[in-house]
């Protein structure tokens, strides 16, 4: 078998030009079972190149398949997570919105016992990763998509976690279980043209888990039954689209509720953050 180098600078030479050298490498250190990019630079001498499985995969990534299903493996905050075209890939702007819920949990949650809720939950990685850190949590997830659930509880069994999963739409499923929760956090499709997403992604990954007819849709079907699952006061955590927040505005000023919310950027400075604490 050839070095790890040898075989990467094959690679390199026959990598289509649309295809980020990035995936190349990412894919590298996935086929030969290595932690990272450094531990990848540290083998490129010494390490031999399992080729057969490798050349298979670079073939797939070759044809613009994103290297994450190409492996079928995502990394969400330092963990590992099985995908696949059943899911989205998860993005590191839902990564910061898990960070953003941790740090409010903590503050506000940390001796006590709380419930949370993850519509649309696709690969799991929302639910799975709060409740890794909350284990005295009771966590539920929810998905309209059988094929989406059947990865999530996939994924909750490899880390082991009790996450409670509902098949349906949006809260239908707390509603009809008669279910309350004290915290909601939704990263729901909010695509509102799939024609303007990038190729790969719409050749690649699932129309259902990206649009909404415009682009507000599900924000709206949640916050219209959100009375149904709970009693006092609950706390609401969205992903939202970057040109949404004056709409979603006026969507909450209608609620009549007593409410606190406000809007924050990722960090790339976009608008990508909802959070809303209604009291009844």
Do not use: C
Not at 152 to 174: C, Q, S, T, Y
């Amino acid at each position: 078998m050839a070095k790890i180098r040898e075989v990467y600078e094959a690679a390199r030479a026959k990598l289509n030009s649309d295809i980020p050298v990035a995936a190349l490498r990412l894919l590298m250190v996935e086929s030969n079972n290595l932690k990272n990019y450094a531990e990848l630079d540290h083998s490129l001498e010494k390490e031999q190149q399992n080729e057969a499985v490798f050349w298979h995969q670079f073939e797939s990534l070759n044809k613009g398949v994103p290297v994450q299903y190409v492996t079928n493996n995502a990394n969400f905050l330092g963990d590992d997570f099985h995908v696949d075209s059943r899911v989205l890939i998860p993005r590191p702007e839902t990564e910061e919105l898990v960070e953003q819920v941790y740090r409010d949990l903590l503050l506000n949650y940390r001796d006590e016992p709380f419930s949370l809720v993850d519509v649309g939950t696709g690969s799991g990685v929302i639910a799975i990763s709060l409740a890794k850190r909350f284990e005295e949590a009771t966590i539920y997830a929810t998905d309209i998509d059988y094929d989406a659930l059947k990865v999530a509880r996939f994924n909750a069994m490899r880390h082991e976690v009790n996450v409670k999963f509902f098949i349906g739409d949006m809260l239908k499923p707390l509603i009809d279980n008669n279910i309350k929760v004290d915290i909601l956090v939704s990263n729901p499709p909010y695509v509102a043209k799939l024609e303007e997403v990038d190729e790969n992604v719409y050749n690649y990954e699932p129309h259902l888990a990206l649009e909404a007819e415009d682009g507000i849709e599900y924000y709206k079907k949640i916050l219209k039954d959100i009375d149904k699952i709970f009693d006092d006061k609950i706390k609401l955590f969205f992903e939202i689209g970057s040109d949404q927040e004056e709409r979603l505005t006026e969507i909450i000023e209608q609620l009549k509720y007593e409410k606190k919310y406000y809007f924050s950027r990722d960090l790339q400075g976009n608008i990508r953050y909802l959070f809303l604490e209604l009291t009844k």
